[in-house]
T-cell receptor, first 111, second 112 residues
């Protein structure tokens, strides 16, 4: 059974810092890995999708990498801003049927 | 293009009542899923569908029914509501297996 963990559970940084969020999964036979952002009381917004044949994806200040052999993905946020404050969730696509979600990392960027 | 639309946004039910949470997408996505989100438990899969007429159970299916008669709609039915079903419910869809999910804005359900 696929299990997804995220470290750290919470993170507080001053504005302008670069930061890394970590995601680990137990079954390396994943199709895709997707990173989401969730603001309090809101739905999930997709940030990046790394398909099985890819190793990383970039969008603006965000870069996500995927290492299937080690069961890890990282989300790198450059030059963090207070507007980046949210919970970040990673999800591993299990055999192309459905995503298994991690518990999330709650990020606070202080002005 | 409205994306994934969930209704209602909020609902209060009494124990034992039944109701249907609606989910519709206008993107011609084949795959649709229902998740519930609870504090400390994260997002857990209830039911999913890989196409019209095809549904399957997820991690926490008990107390819920689904059907998929059209590509666009994937309603979730609570048969006899229980306080343990108090949660935020999210519907999601994607084109096929090699694509990411688009989520609806959620339904916040309270069972008293």
């Amino acid at each position: 059974k696929q299990e997804v963990t995220q470290i750290p559970a919470a993170l507080s940084v001053p504005e302008g810092e670069n930061l890394v969020l970590n995601c680990s999964f137990t079954d390396s036979a994943i199709y895709n890995l997707q990173w989401f952002r969730q603001d309090p009381g809101k739905g999930l917004t997709s940030l990046l999708l790394i398909q099985s044949s890819q190793r990383e994806q970039t969008s603006g200040r965000l870069n996500a990498s995927l290492d299937k052999s080690s069961g890890r993905s990282t989300l790198y946020i450059a030059a963090s801003q207070p507007g980046d404050s949210a919970t970040y969730l990673c999800a591993a696509d299990n055999y192309g049927q459905n995503f298994v979600f991690g518990p999330g990392t709650r990020l606070s960027v202080l002005p | 293009n409205a994306g994934v639309t969930q209704t209602p946004k909020f609902q209060v039910l009494k124990t034992g009542q039944s109701m249907t949470l609606q989910c519709a997408q206008d993107m011609n996505h084949e795959y649709m899923s229902w998740y519930r989100q609870d504090p400390g438990m994260g997002l857990r899969l209830i039911h999913y569908s890989v196409g019209a007429g095809i549904t399957d159970q997820g991690e926490v299916p008990n107390g819920y029914n689904v059907s998929r008669s059209t590509t666009e709609d994937f309603p979730l039915r609570l048969l006899s509501a229980a306080p343990s079903q108090t949660s935020v419910y999210f519907c999601a869809s994607r084109i096929t297996a090699n694509y990411g999910y688009t989520f609806g804005s959620g339904t916040r359900l309270t069972v008293v």
